[in-house]
């Protein structure tokens, strides 16, 4: 078979990080027939197991990074650590070829966007001057700093990492300044923000193409415990249809302004007195999860479709709602021992396994249910969640 017959080439979607988040692309970028590669840690990582075209390498290494964009249509990432250096340089390395007549791969999002998703802080400042309302933050080197803060805002106190932080590793809430003093005498750089009494965690999950279409998730509750999701309600029960609008307006109006392509995830504290924006996520993110089988187009195939200049598709539910549960490593590693069970209890439970190594604790799969009673569908995803975890039926 000749180059020819064989047709066009399709395009190659590059993701930089091989977890589940890339694993589950993956599986989109099959079904469009796209080509997909991996740039993984190791063989062992989650999307290595299942993505034909994977590399081996370190994305904190240039050479590693320009050598897997080799081939590459499009350049995006499954996590925000890749240095912000080296975003520019594969953004120069790009620009340089398309001045040659050649084209590179389009890093998708951009360095300027990415580094709203790597800095805390900047993100604070940014969203500030953009005018979106965030909680109350400082940059904070010392206790006086800290206490300076508490004496307006009261304890507790939360302390970020600014850069590094993810699943709550790197948020610190603080009751006392000893404990603030602990904290700070980690050799992490942190700054101080009040703690927010909101009554839900909000995400609010949009799209944005490169020539600016845009579309909205409904907007989701998000239940954390110790600082990483649990589980996620789509749509947010008891979230008013305007402050829904109000959510997904501000997340495109922030894709926009923020130059983002691809999926923009917004994070938000729901309270007495609206919208806070907590933090950013520029990938297909967890509180998404759910819309593989509860929406028209899953978050991992839209993600594809915008950072392709595609056109987008329908992020609209596919039942009325629809329940997420995460599956957390317990002491007892044999999951698949526990499958016959879960699939027999509950035929309605769509259950994902990453593939990843059981460790306690550690983010393994996700079941999904849809419904259109939200007090049942939360607790089949949770039986099914703590089943395949541990074997028990409780939480
Ligand atoms: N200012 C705050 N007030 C109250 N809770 C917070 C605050 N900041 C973070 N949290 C809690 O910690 C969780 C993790 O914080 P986040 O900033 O989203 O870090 P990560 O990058 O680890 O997701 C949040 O989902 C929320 O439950
Ligand atoms: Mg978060």
């Known amino acids: 078979v000749t180059d020819d017959q064989r047709g066009p080439r399709p ?38 197991l299942v993505c034909a075209d994977t590399m081996t390498g370190d994305y904190t290494a240039l050479p590693d990074l320009l050598a897997f964009a080799r081939g590459c249509d499009v350049l995006t990432f499954d996590h925000e650590h890749v240095p912000g250096e080296h975003l520019a340089a594969l953004e120069r390395a790009a620009a340089d070829k398309a001045g040659a007549g050649q084209s590179g791969p389009a890093v998708r999002p951009g360095g300027a966007a990415l580094r709203y998703t790597q800095d805390k802080l900047a993100m604070r400042e940014r969203l500030r001057a953009f005018g979106v309302p965030c909680p109350r933050h400082a940059p904070v080197t010392d206790l006086a700093a800290v206490s300076a803060c508490a004496a307006d805002w009261g304890w507790p106190i939360v302390l970020k990492a600014v850069t590094g932080g993810y699943d709550g590793r790197g948020v610190w809430v603080c009751g006392t300044p000893e404990e603030a003093a602990g904290v700070l005498a980690h050799p992490v750089v942190v700054f101080a923000e009040e703690n927010v009494a909101f009554d839900a965690e909000l995400a609010a999950l949009v799209a944005r193409s490169p020539h600016g279409q845009g579309a909205a998730y409904p907007v989701v509750q998000t239940v954390q415990r110790g600082g990483v999701c649990h589980e996620v309600l789509a749509p947010a029960p008891g979230l008013a249809a305007g402050r829904a609008r109000e959510a997904q307006q501000m997340a495109l109006e922030l894709a926009a302004e923020l130059d983002v392509t691809g999926l923009l995830a917004v994070e938000l504290f729901a309270g007495p007195a609206g919208l806070l924006v907590n933090e950013l996520a520029m990938r297909p993110h967890n509180s998404g999860h759910w819309t593989i089988e509860g929406a028209r187009t899953s978050q991992f195939e839209q993600h594809l479709r915008a950072v392709l200049d595609l056109p987008l598709g329908d992020p609209w539910m596919a039942a009325p709602q629809a329940a997420m549960a995460n599956v957390f490593g317990a002491a007892s590693p044999d999951i698949f021992g526990r499958y016959e069970h879960v699939m027999a209890a509950d035929p309605g439970v769509k259950v994902h396994l990453y593939g990843k190594q059981v460790r306690p604790g550690r983010k393994i799969g996700h079941v999904t249910v849809l419904g259109s009673d939200m007090a049942g569908l939360r607790s089949r995803a949770r039986r099914a969640a703590a089943y395949l975890a541990t074997g028990e039926e409780g939480e």
Do not use: K, Y
């Open 11 to 48: 395009p190659v979607v590059g993701m930089v990080g091989a977890g589940q988040l890339a694993r589950m692309t993956c599986q989109a970028a099959i079904g469009l027939g796209i080509g997909f590669r991996v740039l993984a840690g190791t063989p062992d990582d989650s999307a290595a």
